[in-house]
C-alpha cells in the first residue's frame, strides 16, 4: 500500500460519507462535509492511496413532471447538461476531523473502511490529527468515545490522552454514556518526548514513515501531501 496523508477536499466528499455512515450506522446523520470545510474552525484529514484510484458515483437526475412542448425539452436538456460525469479519484482508507476551539481542538471524528481497520491507518490518523493541532497553536486535545469502546480507549490512552468525565447517556441510539478524553499540554516537553517515540515504534512496526505536519492547507509540503509507503 502507498498511503497519502492530505487534507480532504471537497472531490472525497462521496467516499468520506461512505465510510462515516459504515463506521457510525447507529446513530450517523448526514454530515454536509463540503460546508464543514469551508468552516475555518474546522480541519479534515485523510489518509489515500497514491496508487488506487475510484470513480465517483454518477448522479442521476430523477424525472419530473414538466409541461410538454418546448420548455420541457429545454429543461429535459438542461438536466441532462447537468449530470456530473464520473471521475476518477484517489482511494480513501479513513479520514478525521476536529474543531479548533481558543487552544482546544476537540476530535469529532475519525474513521476507517472496515476491511482496512487494524492496519495501523487509524493510528497514523491520530498521529497526523495530534501533528496539525500542535501547527494550529492548540494547547490540549478532547474527544468523546463510547464507554464500550475500550479498543478506542486504550489507543487514546497510547497517546495520552485521560479520562476526565463521563457524559451520561451521551450517545442518543442506546443511551450509553460517553467517557471524555484529554490530553496534557501537547506542547510540553514530556508530551512531545513520548510522542516521538511513540512515531518511532509506529513507523519500525507498519514499515510506514510519519511526517510531522504543518499548516491546514496546504501542509508543509508545496503540493500539501505527504507519502507514506507500506512495504
Known amino acids: 500500500m502507498s498511503f497519502c496523508v492530505r487534507p480532504m477536499c471537497p472531490e472525497d466528499t462521496p467516499q468520506v460519507k461512505e ?91 475519525l474513521a ?41 480507549q486504550s489507543l487514546y490512552s497510547k497517546y495520552g490522552f485521560k479520562h476526565v468525565g463521563l457524559r451520561h447517556a451521551y450517545y442518543t441510539d442506546n443511551k450509553e454514556d460517553g467517557v471524555k478524553m484529554s490530553t496534557e499540554d501537547i506542547n510540553s516537553a514530556s508530551f512531545k518526548q513520548r510522542l516521538g517515540k511513540l512515531k518511532q515504534n509506529y513507523s519500525k512496526r507498519y514499515r510506514i514513515p510519519v511526517f510531522n505536519l504543518k499548516g491546514v492547507n496546504p501542509f508543509s509540503s508545496p503540493t500539501g501531501i505527504h507519502s507514506a509507503r507500506k512495504t
Not at 30 to 37: I, P, S, Y
Not at 52 to 58: A, S
Request: proline share 5%; charged share 25%; aromatic share 8%.
Open 19 to 109: 465510510i462515516d455512515r459504515e463506521s457510525f450506522l447507529s446513530t450517523w446523520v448526514q454530515t454536509d462535509f463540503k460546508n464543514e470545510l469551508k468552516n475555518p474552525l474546522a480541519h479534515y484529514i485523510v489518509v489515500g492511496d497514491e496508487k488506487i484510484e475510484v470513480l465517483t458515483p454518477e448522479v442521476k437526475v430523477t424525472p419530473t413532471s414538466v409541461p410538454g412542448g418546448l420548455l420541457s425539452k429545454v429543461i429535459g436538456f438542461l438536466k441532462h447538461r447537468a449530470e456530473p460525469i464520473p471521475q476518477a479519484r484517489q482511494y480513501i482508507f479513513g479520514f478525521a476531523g476536529f474543531w479548533t476551539m481558543a487552544d482546544e481542538a476537540h476530535i469529532t471524528t
Open 112 to 152: 476507517v473502511r472496515g476491511q482496512h481497520r487494524r492496519k495501523g491507518i487509524g493510528e497514523l490518523l491520530l498521529i497526523s490529527i495530534i501533528d496539525l493541532a500542535r501547527n494550529l497553536d492548540a494547547r490540549i486535545l478532547t474527544l468523546e468515545v463510547r464507554i464500550s469502546n475500550t479498543p478506542a
